[in-house]
């Protein structure tokens, strides 16, 4: 068993949505709509996790609060299909049986590849692919990822679709387990991040 030392931004600071997407002109007032699905790779479709399109998850969000629900909180894995440390993220810490229950209950897992040529519609805006050099890069990842765009980063955003954290680089089961549950069941409301962690690694269990 590993614990990564993983520093999570301050909590007490939920920021909108509008403000980490500004830097794009995205309106603080967000609309929900029908989007088209666009294909995933083979591997994510074949994954235990239910991974969604950001398109897909936004309409699901708007169905379960249509239902009266309050809606999960958002899990985006950005990645690219080049990122070796994505797939072993992929392989090793999403696929354990544990993690992708609990990411499937929890959140709408969502799977964003930092480099598609697909354009994606939200809140009134098109945030598309932005060719740079022999690659490029997507307005929507860039926004996630305050333009830092390094990989794999994981994002979680709350039932309002506000930033909560956003956290660079390989993640291992212990390290991740331990940052779901504390943002899934708010305990940043009552328990420092530091505290948490020590108490959750103290009594871990593979």
């Known amino acids: 068993m590993h614990f990564c030392v993983t520093k999570l931004e301050n909590m007490n600071r939920i920021i909108p949505i509008a403000a980490f997407l500004m830097l794009i002109s995205l309106t603080a007032a967000y609309t929900f709509g029908t989007y088209p699905k666009v294909k995933m790779p083979d591997p994510i479709e074949n994954s235990t996790v239910g991974w969604m399109t950001w398109e897909q998850a936004v309409a699901r969000l708007e169905a379960d609060k249509a239902a009266g629900l309050k809606g999960k909180k958002f899990f985006v894995d950005v990645y690219t299909d080049w990122c070796g440390w994505c797939i072993k993220m992929d392989k090793e810490t999403f696929e354990q049986p544990k993690i992708a229950q609990y990411l ?68 291992d089961v212990p390290t991740f387990d331990c940052i779901m549950h504390y943002l899934a069941e708010e305990h940043y409301t009552n328990t420092p991040w530091e505290t948490y962690q020590t108490a959750f690694k103290k009594n871990y269990k593979p």
């Open 104 to 171: 499937n209950q929890n959140f709408y897992p969502v799977k964003l590849n930092a480099e598609q040529r697909a354009d994606i519609l939200f809140g009134g805006n098109i945030f598309k692919f932005i060719a740079q050099g022999n690659r490029g890069y997507h307005e929507l990842a860039a926004a996630l990822l305050d333009n830092k765009m390094s990989y794999p980063t994981v994002v979680f955003l709350n039932e309002k679709v506000e930033l909560m954290q956003r956290i660079p680089g390989y993640l």
